[in-house]
């Protein structure tokens, strides 16, 4: 390899991967309605989505994205005027804490977790069947 094109490559990678990084980390954000935070720590992808296989075949009337986003959405019988991602991660955590004070709680693959979460397992895995 020619001296002059070693460095141009190294260059582009030089400015390149950090570009990708701060760009993945201020910019790009996770679908929250997909994102169970707290069990994300704990769990691959692959198991949340067995999760939330294990969820579907425990309540069959939610086997829909439609529906599961409908119930991820609502408080209080109201959906969130917003679309904003943080106002919609903010809704959905306060969500997961009162599933936990009211006890809508489920186990699924040992996992103690709120109803919230496992519909959030539900939706990410139907989106992988679907996509």
Same mark, same amino acid.
């Given at each position: 390899?020619?001296?002059?094109? &070693?460095?141009?490559?190294?260059?582009?990678?030089?400015?390149?991967?950090?570009?990708?990084?701060?760009?993945?980390?201020?910019?790009?954000?996770?679908?929250?309605?997909?994102?169970?935070?707290?069990?994300?720590? &704990?769990?691959?992808?692959?198991?949340?989505?067995?999760?939330?296989?294990?969820?579907?075949?425990?309540?069959?009337?939610?086997?829909?994205?439609?529906?599961?986003?409908?119930?991820?959405?609502?408080?209080?019988?109201?959906?969130?005027?917003?679309?904003?991602?943080?106002?919609?991660?903010?809704?959905?955590?306060?969500?997961?804490?009162?599933?936990?004070?009211?006890?809508?709680?489920?186990?699924?693959?040992?996992? &103690?977790?709120?109803?919230?979460?496992?519909?959030?397992?539900?939706?990410?895995?139907?989106?992988?069947?679907?996509?």
């Amino acid at each position: 390899m020619k001296r002059r094109n &070693f460095i141009i490559y190294t260059a582009v990678v030089a400015v390149g991967l950090p570009a990708a990084y701060y760009i993945k980390k201020h910019y790009w954000q996770p679908d929250p309605l997909m994102t169970p935070d707290m069990l994300a720590q &704990f769990c691959t992808e692959r198991e949340l989505r067995s999760i939330g296989q294990m969820y579907i075949q425990q309540i069959p009337s939610e086997n829909n994205k439609q529906v599961l986003t409908n119930l991820l959405l609502a408080a209080d019988n109201n959906k969130p005027a917003t679309t904003d991602k943080t106002a919609l991660h903010d809704a959905i955590t306060k969500k997961i804490t009162e599933d936990f004070t009211a006890d809508k709680t489920i186990i699924l693959d040992g996992w &103690f977790i709120s109803i919230t979460e496992a519909r959030q397992c539900a939706l990410l895995s139907l989106n992988q069947n679907q996509a």
